[in-house]
């Protein structure tokens, strides 16, 4: 299933003497969001790096005789 992605504009004010932490943002994010980040961060990566969507390539049964 595809989604269209879009991307969200913001911005921060900060000093130059503070030290960036990215850490903090994402623990401000709620569960879900910060999962579906890591979905979409995976999800990209298996595109670049092997040209297709992650799938199973068989599919077994294991039979008892």
């Known amino acids: 299933m ?5 991307i969200r504009k913001s911005y921060a004010i900060v000093s130059m003497r503070e030290p960036r932490t990215d ?3 994402w623990q401000s994010l709620p569960l ?4 579906a980040a890591l979905e979409q961060v ?3 990566y298996h595109q670049w790096r092997y040209g297709a969507e ?3 390539q ?3 049964s294991i039979v008892q005789r």
């Open 54 to 56: 992650p799938r199973l």
């Open 23 to 25: 850490f903090a943002h």
């Open 42 to 44: 995976r999800m990209e």
């Open 58 to 60: 068989r599919v077994y």
């Open 2 to 6: 595809h989604t269209k992605n879009t």
């Open 32 to 35: 879900l969001t910060r999962l």
